[in-house]
């Protein structure tokens, strides 16, 4: 097991002639002086989709939550409210989500000792409008 690996002769640089050593100078000289262009990435004009999971809808139904407490009744308030980020499939994602109860927590107490409260929210629909259900604490 304490074989010595040979070494190929030509790979030995202490052996090397100064030809050799001007050679193998020329030719990294070579290389660096050689620039490689600049890529160019256009961006992309399309929205990146991202995949609705069951993460990406609760998170959906948060945002329709926060919006409808905060007085975006309709959809379109709503849409206005979120702006660009979501696409209208989304939002009725975040809609049907948010129409089932889920708990969210409140920030309570002082600001020397806070605490939360946790408590279960929904969404009801009134022909057109959103109206936010609170339940428990």
Known sequence: MTDTIQI???LVRANWSPERVAQHAAAWDDI?????????????????????????????AGVILASVADGADTFGKIRKRVGDRYDDAELRIGIRA??????????????????LSHYYARIESQGRRYIYVRKGA
Do not use: I, N
Request: glycine share 2%; no cysteine.
């Open 8 to 10: 190929p002769e030509f």
């Open 32 to 60: 660096l002086k050689t620039t490689m262009p600049a890529a160019v990435v256009k961006p992309s004009t399309a929205p990146s989709k991202r995949r609705r999971t069951a993460a990406y809808r609760d998170e959906l």
């Open 98 to 115: 948010a129409k089932k109860w889920t708990r969210r927590a409140q920030r309570t107490g002082t600001r020397a000792k806070p605490s």
